[in-house]
T-cell receptor, first 113, second 117 residues
Framework: QKEVEQNSGPLSVPEGAIASLNCTYS??????FFWYRQYSGKSPELIMS????GDKEDGRFTAQLNKASQYVSLLIRDSQPSDSATYLC?????????????FGKGTLLTVNP | SAVISQKPSRDICQRGTSLTIQCQVD?????MFWYRQQPGQSLTLIAT?????????ESGFVIDKFPISRPNLTFSTLTVSNMSPEDSSIYLC??????????????FGSGTRLTVV
C-alpha cells in the first residue's frame, strides 16, 4: 500500500513568517510530487510540482525533494493570511500504476495577521 | 491548463436513490480520474476512466456502486448508486495537465458536494 504522510498540523504562523510543510512517501520508485492548496469548500489547486532532487522555487513558494530520504517539503516565505488553507502533498505512483496520484491527509495552515 | 466544468456543484439526495455527476473538459484527454473526499479527509481515487474501455476501479470501489461512462475524450460521468448517508462526500473529477501548458500536474473540477439524507 503506497502511502504519503504529512505532518499532522494544524500549523499556525504569524504573517510574514516562513511556513514549512513536510511530507514523506513510501513508494521509493515515485518520481513526481505535487503540492496542492485547498481552501475550505473549494477543490484542490496545484501550486508546485517537483521531479528532481533539490529545490524548486516559484515566487514565495519553494519545494524541496530528497529522494534518498523519500521526503518532500514546501516552504512558503512571507506568509500571508490568504495562504491560510489546507496543503495536500501528492506523489505519482511508480510502476504499472504510474498515472495515479496518492495524496496525504493534508496540513491545515493558518497565517495570523 | 485544462478547464473542467463539473456539475451539479451540490445536491441533497434521499437514501436509495442515484445521482449522476458530469465532467466536461475543454480539451481532449486520454484519462479522467474520479476522486472522493470525505469530510475532513484527503482525496481517495475511485476509478480511472479511459475512452473506449471500461473504467479501472481502485480497491474498495465497484462498478455496481459507482458506474462510470466515458463516451468521448472530453466528457465523463460518475453515478453514485443506491446512496446511503455514508456516501455523503465531495466528488471530484481530474485530468492530467497537458505538458507544455505550464505547471505539469493534475487539474481538478470544482467538485460536487453530495449530502445523502
Amino acid at each position: 500500500q503506497k502511502e504519503v504522510e504529512q505532518n499532522s498540523g494544524p500549523l499556525s504562523v504569524p504573517e510574514g513568517a516562513i511556513a514549512s510543510l513536510n511530507c514523506t512517501y513510501s513508494d521509493r520508485g515515485s518520481q513526481s510530487f505535487f503540492w496542492y492548496r485547498q481552501y475550505s469548500g473549494k477543490s484542490p489547486e496545484l501550486i508546485m510540482s517537483i521531479y528532481s532532487n533539490g529545490d524548486k522555487e516559484d515566487g514565495r513558494f519553494t519545494a524541496q525533494l530528497n529522494k534518498a530520504s523519500q521526503y518532500v517539503s514546501l516552504l512558503i516565505r512571507d506568509s500571508q493570511p490568504s495562504d491560510s488553507a489546507t496543503y495536500l502533498c501528492a506523489g505519482k505512483d511508480s510502476g504499472g500504476s504510474n498515472y495515479k496520484l496518492t495524496f496525504g491527509k493534508g496540513t491545515l495552515l493558518t497565517v495570523n495577521p | 491548463s485544462a478547464v473542467i466544468s463539473q456539475k451539479p456543484s451540490r445536491d441533497i439526495c434521499q437514501r436509495g436513490t442515484s445521482l449522476t455527476i458530469q465532467c466536461q473538459v475543454d480539451s481532449q484527454v486520454t484519462m479522467m480520474f474520479w476522486y472522493r473526499q470525505q469530510p475532513g479527509q484527503s482525496l481517495t481515487l475511485i476509478a480511472t476512466a479511459n475512452q473506449g474501455s471500461e473504467a479501472t476501479y481502485e480497491s474498495g470501489f465497484v462498478i455496481d456502486k459507482f458506474p462510470i461512462s466515458r463516451p468521448n475524450l472530453t466528457f465523463s460521468t460518475l453515478t453514485v448508486s443506491n446512496m446511503s448517508p455514508e456516501d455523503s462526500s465531495i466528488y471530484l473529477c481530474s485530468v492530467e495537465t497537458d505538458p507544455g501548458q505550464g505547471l505539469v500536474g493534475y487539474t481538478f473540477g470544482s467538485g460536487t458536494r453530495l449530502t445523502v439524507v
